[in-house]
């Protein structure tokens, strides 16, 4: 399924707040993206891709316990380096920031469901 000019992807999210998770597992399928897996937890979002493979992996920074949004993203780019991996956040600290672009994913502020859209979407920031 498309929406506009925009092709569907294939996206795994995580996330431990369920009302998080649930808005943006919502707006991505309005989106027209195909959720492909949700998880609370990082070594679950791990799994998933592994599993799933999905185009995108939208992770929240802190999900204890386990690893956090950056060492998902580190392992995932890693192991499937065409993934896009969006870490969506509320930690957006100037350390946060660099432990996320040095694993190779991008940051969205959450709140920022628009930039979220285009970074899934694959548009670059």
Known sequence: MERGDVPARRVVIADNDPDALELVETDLRLEGHDIVGCAADGRTALRLCR????????????????????????????????????????????????AVRR????LVRKGELEELRRAVAGDSA
């Open 51 to 98: 599993e799933l493979h999905p185009d995108v992996l939208v992770v929240d920074y802190r999900m204890p316990p386990g690893p956090d949004g950056a060492e998902v993203a580190r392992q995932v780019r890693k192991d499937f380096p065409g993934m896009v991996v969006v870490v969506f956040t509320n930690y957006d600290t100037a350390e946060v920031f660099r």
């Open 103 to 106: 694993a190779g994913a991008r």
